[in-house]
């Protein structure tokens, strides 16, 4: 069965501080996605980065950047000079082994407060 | 881009009334369709899935059920709502063929309240 772990439940940094939000995945597809899903106080979840198992290359985003390490099976994201609009919850996802999505899996979300 | 509208944006319900949830599609055919639920302060739980017309399946067995009349729409349905069922529920999509590779796109969600 695949398990998405992100152990931080909340996390408050004061703004321009840079923030790491951490998740751990378990699956055992050799091919599988992963997913960082952003949800704003207004609900709607967004759609933040994709990476696939066979691309471990790290990536950055403008203040966003991600770090896939498939020996230790995490993909951690780092915001950078955190502002006040980052204030959200962030989800982690893994999908894989389907041709349906049915077993696209969310963490339990970690919710970043971004202190002015 | 596939755009995904659902409504209404909020609801308050008695305990055994009726629900019906839309969630319509645009911008794609033939997507695979989600029903997710978020209890308050909670991750999100799969609810239900369809790949086609007429097609659902379905992940927790509940009072709860869904349905696909048309490509692009997908209903969200219980005869009688306990006070269980409040929360957030989000409607998803993906496009394409080998779904798993594909981002799910999401909604902006219906706010249930069962009173």
């Known amino acids: 069965a695949q398990k998405v772990t992100q152990a931080q439940t909340e996390i408050s940094v004061v703004e321009k501080e840079d923030v790491t939000l951490d998740c751990v995945y378990e699956t055992r597809d050799t091919t599988y996605y992963l997913f960082w899903y952003k949800q704003p106080p207004s609900g709607e979840l967004v759609f933040l980065i994709r990476?696939?198992?066979?691309?471990?290359q790290n990536e950055i985003s403008g203040r966003y950047s991600w770090n896939f390490q498939k020996s230790t099976s995490s993909f951690n994201f780092t915001i950078t000079a955190s502002q006040v609009v980052d204030s959200a919850v962030y989800f982690c996802?893994?999908?894989?082994?389907?041709?349906?999505?049915?077993?696209?899996?969310f963490g339990p979300g970690t919710r970043l407060s971004v202190l002015p | 881009s596939q755009t995904i509208h659902q409504w209404p944006a909020t609801l308050v319900q008695p305990v055994g009334s009726p629900l019906s949830l839309e969630c319509t599609v645009e911008?794609?055919?033939?997507?695979?369709l989600y029903w997710y639920r978020q209890a308050a302060g909670r991750g999100l739980q799969l609810l239900f899935y369809?790949?086609?017309?007429?097609?659902i399946s379905s992940e927790v067995p509940q009072n709860l059920s869904a349905s696909r009349p048309q490509d692009r729409q997908f209903i969200l349905s219980s005869k009688k709502l306990l006070l269980s069922d409040s929360g957030f529920y989000l409607c998803a999509c993906t496009i394409g063929t080998g779904n798993s590779n594909q981002p799910q796109h999401f909604g902006d969600g219906t706010r249930l309240s069962i009173l």
């Open positions: 911008g794609t055919s033939n997507p695979n």
């Open positions: 996802a893994l999908s894989g082994g389907d041709n349906y999505g049915q077993n696209f899996v």
């Open positions: 369809s790949v086609g017309i007429g097609q």
């Open positions: 990476r696939n198992s066979f691309d471990e």
